[in-house]
């Protein structure tokens, strides 16, 4: 993914998480109305842009709420106070 590739794929992520966030989504409003465009955020960190999203995060700041509720879950489940079922 080239650079102009991720800032194109962090402005429709951007967009999409704010378009949720102005009609009153709550993060698992937002956790599941991202699902669809999830593969576009994992091929982000998969390139290696990860600290792009932290970067801009005043630019983008759906995207970076997003990022942090995920970063947030992913915690929680790796120091097991969130239970996942196997």
Same mark, same amino acid.
């Not at 509720?69 to 929680?76: D, Q, R, V």
């Given at each position: +993914?080239?650079?102009?590739? +991720?800032?194109?794929?962090?402005? @429709?992520? &951007? /967009? !999409? *998480?704010? *378009?949720?966030?102005?009609?009153?989504?709550?993060?698992? &409003?937002?956790?599941?109305?991202?699902?669809?465009? +999830?593969? &576009?955020?994992? /091929?982000?960190?998969?390139? %290696?842009?990860?600290?792009? #999203?932290?970067?801009? *995060? %005043? @630019?983008?700041? =759906?995207? !970076?709420?997003?990022?942090? +509720?995920?970063?947030?879950?992913?915690?929680? #489940?790796? &120091? =097991?106070? #969130?239970?996942?079922?196997?």
């Amino acid at each position: +993914m080239t650079k102009t590739e +991720m800032l194109e794929t962090m402005k @429709r992520l &951007d /967009a !999409h *998480a704010n *378009a949720l966030l102005l009609i009153g989504a709550s993060d698992i &409003d937002l956790l599941g109305g991202m699902f669809d465009v +999830m593969p &576009d955020f994992k /091929a982000l960190l998969d390139a %290696g842009y990860g600290e792009e #999203i932290e970067r801009n *995060a %005043g @630019r983008f700041p =759906g995207l !970076h709420r997003y990022a942090v +509720m995920l970063s947030n879950i992913a915690e929680g #489940i790796a &120091d =097991g106070s #969130i239970r996942v079922p196997r």
